[in-house]
DNA sequence: CTCGTGACTCCCG
DNA sequence: TCGGGAGCCACGA
């Protein structure tokens, strides 16, 4: 398997409960600044495959990407149910809950 | 092997 | 705030 995709996985797999990450940031740790959107794409594809906590990645802008009628109550759901807090234009505040890249 | 397709991001009006 | 253009490159067919 690329090994891009094998750290993208392990990077998402340590987003702690709670915390939410970008996915320039993750294709950053993952090792190419640039592929933020392979990130999208192996996460779209592998989520099917691997359990993956994907509902932990939203774009730079701390949104939901996703269409409202496909998975974007569901991901909004999961992530408000581990604490993660919406404002009224549906974002989410960075200062409080990104990511920092490290395991607690 | 080739090729279309993006759950992105940056940059410029 | 919003939109278009360009770069990016792994996945699945």
């Not at 090792?31 to 640039?34: E, S």
């Not at 009224?88 to 989410?92: E, K, L, S, V």
């Given at each position: 398997m690329d090994p891009f995709t094998t750290a993208v996985i392990a990077c998402i797999r340590n987003i702690p409960p709670g915390k939410v990450a970008t996915y320039g940031q993750i294709g950053a740790l993952a090792?190419?600044?640039?592929g933020a959107r392979q990130v999208a794409r192996i996460l779209h594809a592998m989520s099917r495959k691997h359990h993956l906590p994907w509902h932990r990645v939203v774009n730079k802008q701390g949104r939901?990407?996703?269409p409202r009628y496909d998975g974007y109550e569901m991901q909004r759901a999961r992530l408000e149910s581990e604490g993660v807090v919406f404002d009224?234009?549906?974002?989410?505040a960075f200062d409080r809950f990104l990511w920092d890249g490290r395991n607690e």
């Open positions: 090792g190419k600044p640039t939901i990407s996703l009224a234009d549906g974002r989410i």
